[in-house]
């Protein structure tokens, strides 16, 4: 079935920032946030920052708090994304019901994976999506109406490769129509092909499958990004991938403190 996706859509939508963003080549620049709190949102959100990570897989945020999240961050002009716990219909659709601007989805391991989470991402007729909340639209400065006809192709769909059988099937993975975005996780990466974490990122086995995870979405026209530690990775990565993910606010807070704290002490 052929329909505009992310990458092909002509909608134009302002408040989109992250697709507008990585649309025009930009790099934009993403973040995690696993703190349950509408004030940290709100910091977040002020930063500077492109796309803000609501992450409902690792963090400590129920269902209240993903919404208002989401709320919060997209009246500030941010892109809210939600990396989900899982692919079934039930989580995916009440991520989607908060107005989230794409989906993370971890551990995706086969194509049919992959396809089963652009099936309950989409509406009819590209999908199986149910209708019947009004917050989507309300997150995307729309009508219900409107929200209803330009969704399927804005929504940015991210697929996350983790494990050595999702690298193994990445080319299957990168081929289903409606992954917009394939997202590298490489601590869970390192864990599953090397038994350690964090790599120190001179393994070969490590390095073939960044290379390889990166080169099966450029064939198949996908954007790619990774998580990275800080601004200095950031900008090395510039040349590789479309887009990164700079740590998150926990690892953010214990960081000033700790290289704070050093100095006082020192």
């Keep these: ?52 990570i609501v ?21 500030l002009g941010v892109s809210p994304i939600i990396r989900v716990r899982g692919t079934s219909s039930d989580i995916l659709k009440r991520a989607l019901d908060t107005g989230a601007h794409g989906l993370m989805v971890p ?17 009819p007729p590209q999908g199986l999506r149910g209708q019947g909340s009004a917050f989507p639209a309300i997150a995307h400065g729309l009508t219900t ?6 969704a399927n192709e804005t929504l940015i769909t991210m697929i996350q ?13 990168c081929a289903v129509p409606g992954v917009d975005l394939i997202f590298i996780g490489p601590n869970d990466l390192a864990q599953s092909l090397l038994g350690y974490v964090p790599a120190r990122g001179d393994e070969p086995v490590f390095k073939s499958a ?5 080169a099966a979405a450029k064939k198949h026209g996908k954007w790619v990004g990774r998580l990275v530690n800080n ?36």
């Excluded at 109406?145 to 330009?150: A, G, N, Q």
Aim: hydrophobic share 40%.
């Design 161 to 173: 490769i983790e494990t050595a059988a999702g690298v193994e099937n990445v080319d299957a993975i």
């Design 210 to 214: 960044i290379e390889k995870i990166v």
């Design 145 to 150: 109406p409107e929200y209803m006809k330009s």
């Design 55 to 75: 992450d409902c897989e690792h963090g400590n945020i129920g269902d209240d708090s993903m919404h208002n999240s989401v709320a919060a961050i997209s009246a």
């Design 231 to 266: 601004g200095s990775l950031a900008k090395d990565a510039k040349n590789t991938f479309d887009t990164v993910a700079i740590t998150g606010d926990t690892k953010a807070i214990q960081n000033w403190y700790m290289s704070e704290f050093d100095i006082a002490r020192s």
């Design 107 to 123: 551990q995706v391991n086969t194509a049919e994976e992959a396809q089963q989470v652009v099936t309950y991402s989409k509406f």
């Design 1 to 52: 079935m052929s329909y505009n996706t992310a990458h092909t859509t002509t909608n134009a939508n302002s408040r989109l920032r992250l697709l507008n963003k990585l649309k025009s080549g930009e790099f934009p620049l993403m973040t995690f946030m696993a703190i349950s709190s509408v004030r940290m949102a709100q910091i977040v959100s002020l930063t500077g920052v492109d796309g803000i």
